[in-house]
T-cell receptor
């Protein structure tokens, strides 16, 4: 089974801190994604990557950046955390070609105080 | 108009009953359609893909209506374990496009 692992299940940070969320997948998938999920708003795409060092903005990239130095790892960076970035962050991956199935990590609940 | 719209519910369903709900999508060129299931405080997981001819997986049946631009999910003989949020997901562009559109989900609560 594909495994997508997010480094933290819960994280509490202070306003202005730089925050790193890490995601690792073990199935050699080309595509990786970062979403945030908020009550009443559903899942929204922040950034995605289709290859090492390649990235594309999603629907809500403001205040975030990403890094993909290795195929298995996709990092989400909050340069200066703000309270409106308190959310559930979900990482996902999928292969290129084949069934368009997303495999999600178990999520990181980030609270910015 | 939002890309994917769902009635959030909750849908309170007696155990053993049948429940059905729809999801509408705005882009008529959409190519791929999916239902994901998300349990409380868990990640979404693919429940089933939705094909033009419709498809069935046990007690779950999904249908696609391109003319009216909606997909549906029907759950027969509801079990307590079916309580979850069901997310409608649409690929609005070409196959392999990474910008999937997610609905906000239909929350289903199966009542004993």
């Amino acid at each position: 089974d594909v495994k997508v692992t997010q480094s933290s299940r819960y994280l509490v940070k202070r306003t202005g801190e730089k925050v790193f969320l890490e995601c690792v997948q073990d199935m050699d998938h080309e595509n990786m994604f970062w979403y945030r999920q908020d009550p009443g708003l559903g899942l929204r795409l922040i950034y995605f990557s289709y290859d090492v060092k390649m990235k594309e903005k999603g629907d809500i990239p403001e205040g975030y950046s990403v890094s993909r130095e290795k195929k298995e790892r996709f990092s989400l960076i909050l340069e200066s955390a703000s309270t409106n970035q308190t959310s559930m962050y979900l990482c996902a991956s999928r292969p290129t070609g084949g069934e368009e199935k997303l495999f999600f990590g178990s999520g990181t609940q980030l609270s910015v105080l | 108009r939002k890309e994917v719209e769902q009635d959030p519910g909750p849908f309170n369903v007696p155990e053993g009953a049948t429940v059905a709900f729809n999801c509408t999508y705005s882009n008529s060129a959409s190519q791929s359609f999916f239902w994901y299931r998300q349990d409380c405080r868990k990640e979404p997981k693919l429940l089933m893909s939705v094909y033009s001819s419709g498809n069935e997986d046990g007690r779950f049946t999904a249908q696609l209506n391109r003319a009216s631009q909606y997909i549906s999910l029907l759950i027969r003989d509801s079990k307590l374990s079916d309580s979850a949020t069901y997310l409608c997901v649409v690929n609005p562009l070409y196959y392999g496009n990474n910008r999937l559109a997610f609905g906000k989900g239909n929350q289903v609560v199966v009542i004993p």
